[in-house]
């Protein structure tokens, strides 16, 4: 799913953001991005999504490579793709369940089958009573859980997952992470960076830790 080989990033005003990355994910895992603020957590991620592009060192997502200009392959990429973002990215004066249809609409499924999806995955983060509420009149982890129902209703086979426990109270913290675990299956794999390593579970079996763009260690 994922194969990375010696991968470094260097952005065009210098910044080296990642260096000799190695990173082997398989279908159905679970990994944790763990460091500080400014790690290349982030910047990884970037990556995955086809957004950014190796500076040096190979990389196959999929099992193919990218690069700038395969908008055609880059749009495949991000159909299989389930990206849950910091600011969650959703859209003011729409519902929930309009919010989360968008985020399938270009994903070539029936109008029938997408409101159907946007259902089911609202019921699984257990906001299926808020479907007709607009967005802005939700809190801010109700945002959260609609911005992880918008990615399962497209069932994609990777979930990005970009510090999702920012912003949140412990408790509401730990209900996303367990969300987001739940997400894997035997086909889909999950991914969070976080900074916030207290509340990794200690039973989770794999940990890799970035320190200013250098991948310290990996537990399996």
């Given at each position: 799913m994922i194969a990375a080989k010696n991968v470094s990033l260097q952005y065009?005003?210098?910044?080296?953001?990642?260096?000799?990355?190695?990173?082997?994910?398989k279908p159905g895992e679970l990994v944790y991005i763990t460091g500080p603020s400014g790690s290349g957590k982030t910047s990884l991620l970037k990556l995955l999504m086809a957004m950014e592009f190796p500076t040096t060192g190979t990389l196959e997502i999929m099992g193919r490579s990218y690069g700038k200009g395969q908008t055609g392959p880059i749009r495949q990429l991000r159909r299989m793709l389930g990206p849950?973002?910091?600011d969650f990215k959703l859209i003011k004066g729409r519902?929930?369940?309009e919010n989360i249809m968008l985020g399938m609409r270009f994903l070539d499924i029936p109008a029938s089958e997408m409101k159907k999806n946007a259902t089911e995955a609202l019921a699984r983060v257990g906001l299926k009573k808020k479907a007709n509420t607009p967005v802005e009149n939700l809190s801010w982890g109700e945002c959260q859980r609609i911005s992880i129902a918008r990615v399962l209703a497209r069932k994609p086979l990777l979930i990005l997952a970009d510090e999702p426990t920012g912003n949140l109270d412990r408790e509401n913290a730990l209900n996303i992470l367990e969300l987001l675990v739940g997400c894997k299956d035997e086909q889909t794999a999950v991914l969070i960076t976080t900074h916030a390593t207290h509340l990794i579970p200690a039973n989770q079996n794999r940990i890799i830790r970035l320190k200013e763009g250098v991948m310290e260690e990996a537990e399996a």
């Open positions: 065009p005003d210098g910044t080296v953001a990642l260096k000799n990355i190695n990173l082997s994910v849950v973002f910091q519902t929930a369940l």
